[in-house]
């Protein structure tokens, strides 16, 4: 049996799926290692802007799927608040699909009684709210940045080094993107006062992020599954954290290597997602 990780919740954004860029291996293998009594998508789960683009969905996209549908069937209550690239599925928000609750937003309640609002984020990035076009410009370009990152980071992996984004280390060295960045985090923990909560947990921007305000504020970000393979957790005793996901697994994995050799990756009768397979599941987007 696999060794797995106990959660009280976990909180992970920014998959994109469907996606080229989506780092869908590791986020499977993430998802398979962890026990959770609460597992928040908080955005972009989907990236549906690509997949009206160009048809793609290999079988480790699938496999992110399954895995989220099995931790509901066996309990773990999984809510889903949709994003801007998988915002089809908001207007079924209130209803639950598969096991899965779909939320324009949520507010999580810690061990110890913090409210958190959860939700995307874009509604606090003008970009993305008012040109949309100019938002989906910037979007290709920065596929093809992700995309010269991941062949980087598979000649880093050759050379037995740990994984590094390079797209994520330009990004955050970009003036007017740091500068956007602050912005947003600003915007959103301002509406989450206006919710009189005691934090923000959201995703969108693609940086993970962890830290209290002077007022006591608290801002989460659970990064993404494109560029850092992070996720924002709660532990057994209440304590938050921001994990790196792909470590974990790493970590896992070689302390015990026996737990995971014979572990079938797809069950047998498993078959790739059709266009019709995901017109009947687009109101969940998952």
Sequence with gaps: MAVSLRYRAVFVSDLHLGSTAAHAEAAGDFLKRIECDTLYLVGDIIDMWRLKQRWWWPEAHNR??????????????????????????????????????????????????????????????????????????????????????????????????????????LKLRVKKACMHIARFEDVIQEQARLRGVDGVVCGHIHKAEQRTGADGMMYFNCGDWVESGTALVEHTDGTMQIIDGIAMVRDLTQKHPHRYLDEPETPRNARELTEDDLALISAIQL
């Design 64 to 169: 992110v799927m399954r895995r989220v549908l099995k931790l509901a069937k066996q309990g773990t209550r999984v809510i889903y608040i949709p994003g801007n690239h998988d915002n089809a599925a908001r207007e079924y928000a209130g209803l639950t699909f598969g096991d899965v609750e779909i939320h324009r937003d949520f507010i999580h309640t810690t061990l110890d009684g913090r409210r958190l609002l959860v939700l995307h984020g874009d509604e606090a990035d003008v970009v993305v709210r008012h040109h949309r076009v100019l938002s989906a410009v910037g979007s290709v370009a920065y596929d093809n940045l992700v995309t010269i990152s991941r062949h980087y980071s598979r000649v880093r992996a050759m050379l037995g080094q740990e994984h590094w984004s390079l797209s994520q280390y």
